[in-house]
T-cell receptor
Framework: QKEVEQDPGPLSVPEGAIVSLNCTYS??????FMWYRQYSRKGPELLMY????GNKEDGRFTAQVDKSSKYISLFIRDSQPSDSATYLC????????????FGSGTRLSIRP | GAVVSQHPSRVICKSGTSVKIECRSL??????MFWYRQFPKKSLMLMAT?????????EQGVEKDKFLINHASLTLSTLTVTSAHPEDSSFYIC??????????FGPGTRLLVL
């Protein structure tokens, strides 16, 4: 079983829809959770960074962590075609950047 | 802030040659830099972790004599793919850790070995 599981998609939704992206994990020691956005042929860009359980909101993006279920989500409101990208979840046991485990990424396409 | 650059963005080389990729943190000092490899439609695979002034730590299965990493300063790390072969063709991405220990990624280097 992989440490981090993420549905590869592709996920296609119409513009304006709410998008829900999810990851599950098996290591209960993970404390730090991240979401990265990666456009084609580009490096990943950090979107959200959260510690432990709870919600964090930044503009149209909301990150949610449920440690009891070992489940994290990223919600995108009012989705735009420019949100079309691959979204990678990532997590680590401590604040050190050294051992971040990445999900395989979900390809998202927003239809105009 | 937190900008990481990589050079070159893409490179095509002949089999048997060596290729050097540079990773720079432009507006912060990175004590730790990371090198990843990414295959099409796959996630990032950590190759090695480098700390300024010390030898890199390689992940299991990564040949350290094949992928030479140098972290000479707090803003520069280099990855040299020695005697490159077609199976080394891939997308190589570096990242740098800041004081918050968050990783910021470079734009990646696409290597094609003919």
């Amino acid at each position: 079983q992989k440490e981090v599981e993420q549905d590869p998609g592709p996920l296609s939704v119409p513009e304006g829809a709410i998008v829900s992206l999810n990851c599950t994990y098996s290591n209960s020691a993970f404390q730090y959770f991240m979401w990265y956005r990666q456009y084609s042929r580009k490096g990943p860009e950090l979107l959200m960074y959260t510690y432990s359980s709870g919600n964090k909101e930044d503009g149209r993006f909301t990150a949610q962590v449920d440690k009891s279920s070992k489940y994290i989500s990223l919600f995108i409101r009012d989705s735009q075609p420019s949100d079309s990208a691959t979204y990678l979840c990532a997590m680590s046991e401590d604040s050190s950047a050294s051992k971040i485990i990445f999900g395989s990424g979900t390809r998202l396409s927003i239809r105009p | 802030g937190a900008v990481v650059s990589q050079h070159p963005s893409r490179v095509i080389c002949k089999s048997g040659t060596s290729v050097k990729i540079e990773c720079r943190s432009l507006d912060f000092q990175a004590t730790t830099m990371f090198w990843y490899r990414q295959f099409p439609k796959k996630s990032l695979m950590l190759m090695a972790t480098s700390n300024e002034g010390s030898k890199a730590t390689y992940e299991q299965g990564v040949e350290k004599d094949k992928f030479l990493i140098n972290h000479a300063s707090l803003t520069l790390s280099t990855l040299t793919v020695t005697s490159a072969h077609p199976e080394d063709s891939s997308f190589y991405i570096c990242s740098a850790g800041d004081y918050k220990e968050t990783q910021y990624f470079g734009p990646g280097t696409r290597l094609l070995v003919l």
